[in-house]
C-alpha cells in the first residue's frame, strides 16, 4: 500500500501551458506539503496545508496554485508553465503532533 | 529562523570504510532533527530523527546520528559502508507546530568506492 503517492510521475509540456500535480495520502495525516528540489538537488519547501487551510506559502509565484479538496488530497495546478520550473516535485504528508514526514515519488516536470 | 548547513557536498569513501556526514542547525528551541535519504531517481526515506531523550539515536540501515547541543551538530555515521548506500544525503530542522516547517539542508552525495 502506497503512503504518499504522486501522479503523474513524470511530465513533459511546452512552455506557457498550465499543468496539475495531483497527490494523495492514505496515512490520516492532518498536514501535506509541495517541495521543490532544483538541478542541483536542493530542496525547498513551497506549500503546506493542514486540514485543507493553507500554513505556508514561500514566495512562490501565483502561478503556483494548491489545492487541497479533502485531508487526503493536495493538488498543484501551475499555470503558464516556465522553462524555470522544470524541477522534480514531491508531495509530503504527515500528523499534526509529530514532526516525521512522508514523501510521495516525485513527479519529474521537463517544461521545454 | 531556522537553517541547516550541510558543510560537504560531496563525500567519496570506500566500500567497508567508516563514513560520518557533517550536519549543523540553527534554531531558537530545542530542535527536531531528521536525516534522510534519496537514492537516484527515488523520494526520500527517513533515516532517523531526534525528538528528544537519548542524543544517541539509531536508525536504518546501519545509521546512527549523535545530537551535540553544545556544537549544534547532528551528524550521521555509519561504522562500515556499502554500495547500495550511495545517495544523496539530506539533513533537515524542524519545529512541532501545526505549521510544521522543516528546513533541509543543501544536501551531502555520497559516492561509495569499490
Known amino acids: 500500500d502506497t503512503a504518499v503517492s504522486q501522479t503523474p510521475k513524470y511530465l513533459v509540456t511546452q512552455m506557457g501551458n498550465d499543468k496539475s500535480i495531483k497527490c494523495e495520502q492514505n496515512?490520516?495525516?492532518?498536514?501535506m506539503y509541495w517541495y521543490k528540489q532544483d538541478s542541483k538537488k536542493f530542496l525547498k519547501i513551497m506549500f503546506s496545508?493542514?486540514?485543507?487551510?493553507?500554513?505556508i506559502n514561500e514566495t512562490v509565484p501565483n502561478r503556483f496554485s494548491p489545492k487541497s479538496p479533502d485531508k487526503a488530497h493536495l493538488n498543484l495546478h501551475i499555470n503558464s508553465l516556465e522553462l524555470g520550473d522544470s524541477a522534480v516535485y514531491f508531495c509530503?504528508?504527515?500528523?499534526?503532533?509529530?514532526?516525521?514526514?512522508?514523501f510521495g515519488p516525485g513527479t519529474r516536470l521537463l517544461v521545454l | 529562523a531556522q537553517s541547516v548547513t550541510q558543510p560537504d557536498i560531496h563525500i567519496t569513501v570506500s566500500e567497508g570504510a567508516s563514513l560520518e556526514l557533517r550536519c549543523n542547525y540553527s534554531?531558537?528551541?530545542?530542535?527536531?532533527l531528521f536525516w534522510y535519504v534519496q537514492s537516484p531517481g527515488q523520494g526520500l526515506q527517513l533515516l532517523l530523527k531526534?525528538?528528544?531523550?537519548?542524543?544517541l539515536v539509531q536508525g536504518i540501515k546501519g545509521f546512527e546520528a549523535e545530537f551535540k547541543r553544545s556544537q549544534s551538530s547532528f551528524n550521521l555515521r555509519k561504522p562500515s559502508v556499502h554500495w547500495s548506500d550511495a545517495a544523496e544525503y539530506f539533513c533537515?530542522?524542524?519545529?512541532?507546530?501545526?505549521?510544521?516547517?522543516?528546513?533541509f539542508g543543501d544536501g551531502t552525495t555520497l559516492t561509495v568506492k569499490p
Open positions: 496515512l490520516g495525516h492532518d498536514t
Open positions: 531526534y525528538f528528544s531523550g537519548d542524543t
Open positions: 534554531y531558537g528551541a530545542t530542535p527536531y
Open positions: 509530503a504528508s504527515r500528523q499534526a503532533t509529530r514532526e516525521t514526514q512522508y
Open positions: 533537515a530542522v524542524g519545529a512541532n507546530t501545526n505549521a510544521g516547517k522543516s528546513t
Open positions: 496545508y493542514n486540514n485543507k487551510e493553507l500554513i
